[in-house]
């Protein structure tokens, strides 16, 4: 199977876009990730999937800790500085969330602690259970088709 048309075809799915970050020897590092997802409501797990080649992997095998920033619609620009899509460095201060660093403004910022992980494929899944969660009412950043987009809420047809 093409590669191309495998990504194109997982690009169909619709997510919101989140920032990944973590801390190692007091160094912050963040990543731009959308495979994220709620596990378990009893104990409170989240996944998240980090590709082979990310320096994100090694870090988070080294802090065992990760914070999940879920991105407002007007934090583009930060989704493409952590997704290496800036030519130039930017410099982003981050606030603290359970002890991790986190991106003020982000819609919600989910702190954890590995508990698990699996290596599939060129990923590894990390399970996190969460420690503290932060929530901000904005709209959120949506990623769908390789482009980012806004929400548009749906008009419900009249049966009239
Ligand atoms: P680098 O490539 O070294 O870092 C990424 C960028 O972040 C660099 O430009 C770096 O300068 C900047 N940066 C890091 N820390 C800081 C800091 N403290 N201050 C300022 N800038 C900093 N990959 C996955 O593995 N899983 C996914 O789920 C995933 N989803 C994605 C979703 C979207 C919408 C996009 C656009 C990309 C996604 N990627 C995903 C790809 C991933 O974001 C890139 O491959 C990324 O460059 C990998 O980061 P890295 O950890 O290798 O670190």
Known sequence: ????????????????????????????????????????????????????????????????????????????????????????KHEVNFVRLDGLPVINGAIAQVACEVVNEHIEGDHTLFIGKVTDIKLEEDEPLIFFNGKYCSLQPVEMGSNK
């Open 1 to 88: 199977m093409d590669d191309r048309k495998f990504r194109s075809v997982m690009g169909m799915f619709a997510t919101g876009v989140t920032v990944l970050t973590t801390e190692v020897n007091g160094e912050v590092h963040g990543m731009t990730a959308n495979a994220f997802m709620s596990v378990s409501l009893d104990p409170k797990l989240v996944v998240i999937s980090i590709g082979e080649r990310a320096q994100m992997l090694d870090k988070i095998n080294r802090s065992r800790k990760f914070a999940v920033n879920i991105l407002a619609a007007n934090q583009q620009e930060l989704s493409m500085i952590f997704a290496g899509q800036m030519k130039e």
